[in-house]
């Protein structure tokens, strides 16, 4: 895989690994020097087909980081096993990354966020029925893994700061990672809430648990995409095409909060 992956971007040594979900294909604008190859460039990579995802790996600098970015990923959803949901991850470690910033777009399970907000993500519920690390152990990394600080604690206080700074609200709390790839019930939203659970989503919790196996900070950036339907507030909920339009808007939010931590 690395070899492939060395073949196609000279000087390939990133400091920072950027996953970009639904919709936030083009913070991958913020990358100077560019270089990029469709996903379907590489042995390793499976076709996927999903709305809002690119589907390409961009790798260049931002402020003073080298980043692999990628655009677009692999859900559980679409029957992927973990060790394909999580190859970004493996890729990163393997070119000795230290830190990935994953992003999502997510349904909101707090009342007082709206669509176009952004979260940062405090800590998660894996609530996917499964988990990347399932399966013989893979030593030197531990079999019993430590998820105290799943998101780094250093990593979410720069970039509050940098928020402020930049005069970017940003909100902050957990999220709920859940199979899909059906939106929730009423009940599941009654559910996620009772758990403590902020926002709602079908990615990122796999790629955390397989980056802390790893040892890699994470940093976690939720674009709210929806109001997750609750039958309460009478919302419809929204159509994915709506989903990758509000995103759009959050993008350009979280692009300026990345260029911020990159600088
Ligand atoms: N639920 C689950 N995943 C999502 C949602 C949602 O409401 N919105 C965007 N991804």
Request: charged share 15%; aromatic share 8%.
């Amino acid at each position: 895989m690395l070899v492939e992956l060395q073949k196609r971007f000279s000087d390939l040594k990133p400091d920072y690994g950027l996953i970009l979900g639904s919709g936030l294909g083009a913070i991958a604008n913020a990358l100077q020097d560019a270089q990029s190859a469709p996903y379907s460039d590489f042995s390793f990579f499976p076709n996927s087909h999903i709305a809002g995802h690119a589907g390409r790996i961009l790798y260049g600098r931002i402020g003073t980081k080298q980043v692999l970015i990628f655009q677009g990923r692999f859900h559980a959803y679409e029957g992927h096993p973990a060790s394909t949901v999580t190859l970004p991850i493996t890729l990163l470690h393997a070119l000795k990354a230290k830190t990935v910033i994953l992003t999502n777009a997510a349904g909101s399970l707090d009342p007082s966020f709206s669509a176009g907000d952004i979260m940062l993500i405090e800590d998660h519920l894996n609530l996917t029925g499964s988990s990347p690390t399932v399966g013989p152990n893979e030593d030197p990394y531990p079999r019993f893994l430590n998820m105290t600080e799943a998101y780094a604690l250093d990593l979410r206080k720069k970039v509050l700061a940098d928020a402020k700074k930049l005069s970017i609200p940003l909100k902050q709390g957990v999220y709920a990672g859940v199979l899909g790839p059906c939106y929730e019930t009423p009940a599941e939203v009654r559910m996620l809430r009772t758990l403590g659970a902020h926002a709602v989503g079908m990615s990122t919790v796999a790629e955390c648990i397989k980056a802390r196996h790893y040892s890699m900070s994470v940093l976690g950036i939720s674009c709210i995409a929806n109001a997750a339907f609750d039958g309460i507030q009478q919302q419809a909920p929204l159509s994915h095409e709506e989903v990758l339009a509000v995103s759009a808007q959050a993008a350009h939010n979280i692009r300026t909060l990345v260029e911020a931590f990159c600088s």
